[in-house]
């Protein structure tokens, strides 16, 4: 049982030698970030290549409210979607966890982005009439009406899997993060009348195709997701992230991708071989490991890992790759890498 009393910030992991100078901010806002959430909820740490320095957003999986630790870091949404959870009205299996993503370079009182993980078996009749105008984003109906129509459009083997409440960053938005292959989605943007963002999503993934070679059996990711914002109409930008099931250095998929980033010109060496470190495990013994009430050292294993990478790009603009770092305590033994 995971003592309610140790934050996240607690188990914040020692990290890799020569850390990139322009990560090194990130850290400390995001230590800070982490205490106010118990040490058990999953923690995401986004990252710019290329030598970026626009955004760095730190990240928290709740799975349920009593994971955070100041009731106030809890939005109003994320408190709402909770309680009707507990009620019996609105299935687990359907909504089963929050994440709660926070800008580190904006202004520290500024509420985080909410994003709901949306199950497997939760109904698309579900999330366009039930779930858009319970959360509603801060959109008038015939937004969110236009958003389900074109939900319930989706090939088959596309699903919503994300969906983030964007009105932190300033005017009503919400983010669509789709789990689909890039191909299968090009007749369906152009359908809904996304066609610049369909020509924008082949270019991203021709570009990840051309750096998972020479493996032609293995030339795409594990987990493709595409995203796309709407604010009443489907905006410019769209992303493509993927990742792989295993991690470095026995995936080696991963230094292939990063390399080819680099030959890109989207990311620096010295950023690809400080992630290639990152992944590992600690366990109780380590310095600087919590200990319960009684002083006993805390049992279980503190698990790092690469979570995603991701490529984004607007019409007329250039592309952006970032890269997703992951950590997670766990109680019970590590048997496969976490993923989000």
């Known amino acids: 049982m995971t003592s309610p009393t140790i934050s996240l910030a607690a188990f914040f992991p020692r990290l890799p030698p020569r850390l990139p100078a322009a990560w090194a901010a990130a ?33 928290v999986r709740l799975e349920e409210a009593e994971q955070c630790l100041e009731p106030a870091a809890l939005p109003a949404a994320a408190a ?19 994440w709660l993503e926070y800008d ?101 993934a021709a570009l990840w195709r051309a750096g998972d070679q020479p493996s ?17 109409a489907w905006l410019p930008r769209i992303g493509l992230e993927n990742s792989f099931r295993g991690q470095p250095p ?10 080819f980033l680099a030959e890109q010109g989207l990311a620096l060496p010295a950023e690809t071989g400080w992630l290639l470190a990152w992944p590992g495990v600690e366990t109780p013994g380590q310095p600087g490991w919590p200990a319960d009430a009684a002083g006993r050292p805390l049992p279980g294993w503190l698990v790092a890992c690469l979570s995603h990478l ?3 790009r607007a019409p007329g603009a250039g592309i952006e790759a970032k890269a997703y770092l992951l950590f997670q305590y766990l109680a019970r033994e590590v048997r496969t890498w976490p993923s989000r």
């Open 250 to 259: 026995g995936e080696e998929r991963w230094r292939r991708q990063l390399d």
């Open 27 to 59: 850290l400390e806002p995001c230590r800070r970030r982490a205490e106010a959430f118990r040490c058990d909820a999953m923690a995401v740490l986004e990252l710019p290549l290329g030598g970026a320095t626009a955004a760095f957003d730190f990240s």
């Open 310 to 312: 991701k490529l984004a």
């Open 80 to 98: 709402g979607v909770f309680a009707a959870r507990r009620a019996g009205e609105l299935p687990r299996a359907w909504l089963p966890a929050i």
């Open 104 to 204: 580190l370079r904006q202004d520290p009182g500024r509420p985080p982005i909410t994003c709901f993980r949306l199950g497997a078996e939760a109904p698309i009749e579900w999330i366009g009439g039930d779930l858009l105008p319970r959360l509603g984003f801060g959109l008038p109906p015939a937004a969110l009406a236009a958003a389900a129509a074109a939900l319930a459009r989706l090939p088959t083997s596309a699903r919503p899997l994300y969906l983030f409440d964007l009105g932190a960053r300033g005017r009503p938005a919400l983010r669509c993060e789709l789990a689909a292959e890039p191909e299968s989605l090009a007749g369906w943007l152009v359908e809904i009348g996304a066609t610049e963002q369909a020509a924008s999503l082949e270019r991203l």
């Open 216 to 232: 032609a059996d293995q030339h795409r990711g594990d987990r493709p997701h595409v995203s796309l914002n709407f604010d009443g």
